[in-house]
C-alpha cells in the first residue's frame, strides 16, 4: 500500500470491453454502504471525527499489506477539481465527492476495479466495477473486504434494520447492484420507455452515465436496485441479473429486426457515424456520444471491425475534465470540442476495417 498522484492516463478494468455480455453490458458495480457506531454521518461529522474514520481505515490497511498491496490512498481534498472530475468522468467516484471533499480519501486499486470511499455520504463506501455481465464476481470481491473491515472496525448495526445509513434507501443490507447497458436497438424500435416504466414496477431504478440527476446520452442507461431494505443481499443481486438477461434477451432481438428490416439503414448509419468522427474538427460531446453509440452499434452486428476497448475509452476521454488534463489548462466549451474532435481522430486512425 502506497500513497500516490492521481494517474489520469491509466485505464480502467471496466475499460476492457472484455466479460460476459459485453457487447449490451459495459460494466457491473457492487457498491456497499457501511457507517461507524457512535460517529455522526459524515454530513454532520466534525474535521476530527472525519480524521478519526480515515485514521481507522489506514491503521487497518497498513495491518493487512498483503490485502491492499496493489492500493493506493489518495487524499481527496489535495486533488484539484480537475482531477476530482477526472475520477467521477471514469466512474472511480461518485458526483458528490467531486463537490464535498473535505477530509474524503479513496483507497484505489491499481486496476482502478476497487476503491474503498472514506467520507463520501456514508462513512464508508466499498465499490467493485467489473466489466461485462460480472455481479456475482464483483459482490463476491466486495463482501470479502467487507467483511475484513467488519471484523475490525465497529459498524453501525440495528438487528431489525440492518446497516444504518446516511440515505434512507441504503438502510439494510446497503447494497447497491448496478449496471451500466447500452440498448440502441430497444431506443430505435421505440421500445425503451415501456420497459424502463416496467423496471420501475419491480423495484428498479434507472438513470445516466454517471448516476443520480444525470441524463441519459449515447442510449447507455444505469439500472440499480432502489431499495436495500427487506431483501438479503445475494436476492438483490440475483434480482437485477434476471432482469438484465432479460433487457439483454430483448436488446438482442430489437438488434436483429434492425438487420432483418434494413441491413444497409444500419450499415449505413454506422458508417455515416464513422465517417463523422473520424474527420470531424469540431465536436460537442452530446453529439460524440450518439455517434459512439451507432459506431458501437454497427461494430456489435459485425457490420464494422473496431476493438470494443477504444469504444469504451472514448466514452472517457471526450469528456471535459481529461481533454483539459491532456492540454494542462482550463478550455472554454470552443476549445475543448476542437480537442474533442482531434483526439477522436487519432483514437480512430487505423483502427477500423
Not at 453490458?25 to 480524521?51: C, G, H
Not at 481534498?77 to 477530509?103: A, F, G, W, Y
Not at 450499415?267 to 465536436?283: E, K, V
Not at 473496431?306 to 469504444?311: A, G, N, P, Q, Y
Request: glycine share 6%; net charge negative; charged share 25%.
Amino acid at each position: 500500500m502506497n500513497e500516490g498522484n492521481f494517474q489520469m492516463t491509466r485505464l480502467s478494468k471496466w475499460m476492457e470491453g472484455a466479460g460476459p455480455n459485453s457487447e449490451i453490458v459495459l460494466s457491473s458495480r457492487i457498491r456497499l454502504a457501511r457507517n461507524l457506531k457512535e460517529i455522526p454521518f459524515p454530513y454532520l461529522a466534525s474535521d476530527d471525527q472525519r480524521e478519526k474514520i480515515y485514521s481507522l481505515v489506514k491503521g487497518l490497511v497498513e495491518n493487512n499489506k498483503e490485502t491492499f498491496e496493489n492500493y493506493e490512498f489518495y487524499n481527496l481534498t489535495e486533488l484539484s477539481q480537475l482531477d476530482r472530475q477526472l475520477c467521477m468522468e471514469k466512474h472511480i467516484i461518485s458526483p458528490q465527492l467531486v463537490k464535498d471533499s473535505n477530509n474524503s480519501f479513496m483507497l484505489l486499486r491499481e486496476d482502478e476495479a476497487v476503491n474503498i470511499m472514506i467520507n463520501e455520504e456514508d462513512h464508508i463506501r466499498i465499490q467493485c466495477l467489473y466489466p461485462g455481465l460480472q455481479l456475482e464476481n464483483a459482490w463476491e470481491l466486495a463482501d470479502s473486504l467487507d467483511d475484513l473491515l467488519e471484523e475490525r472496525l465497529d459498524y453501525a448495526f440495528d438487528e431489525e434494520l440492518g446497516y444504518l445509513t446516511a440515505c434512507p434507501t441504503n438502510v439494510g443490507t446497503g447494497v447497491r447492484a448496478s449496471l451500466m447497458m447500452h440498448l440502441p436497438g430497444l431506443v430505435i424500435n421505440k421500445q425503451i420507455n415501456r420497459i424502463l416504466s416496467a423496471l420501475s414496477q419491480v423495484g428498479l431504478i434507472v438513470r445516466g452515465l454517471y448516476g443520480e440527476g444525470t441524463e441519459v446520452v449515447g442510449n447507455i442507461v444505469q439500472i440499480s436496485n432502489q431499495i436495500t431494505l427487506g431483501q438479503k443481499e445475494k436476492e438483490i443481486i440475483r434480482n437485477i441479473h434476471v432482469v438484465a438477461r432479460q433487457l439483454i434477451e430483448q436488446e438482442e432481438a430489437a438488434r436483429q429486426a434492425l438487420l432483418n428490416e434494413g441491413r444497409e439503414r444500419v450499415a449505413d448509419r454506422a458508417g455515416r457515424a464513422l465517417g463523422i468522427l473520424s474527420n470531424a474538427r469540431i465536436i460537442g460531446s452530446q453529439e460524440a456520444m450518439q455517434l459512439i453509440s451507432d459506431l458501437r452499434l454497427g461494430m456489435d452486428l459485425g457490420l464494422i471491425e473496431l476493438d470494443r476497448k477504444v469504444l469504451n475509452q472514448l466514452l472517457v476521454v471526450i469528456r471535459p475534465a481529461y481533454l483539459q488534463k491532456i492540454q494542462e489548462k482550463e478550455l472554454d466549451s470552443y476549445e475543448r470540442d476542437v480537442c474533442r474532435a482531434t483526439l477522436i481522430r487519432e483514437m480512430l486512425e487505423g483502427k477500423t476495417h
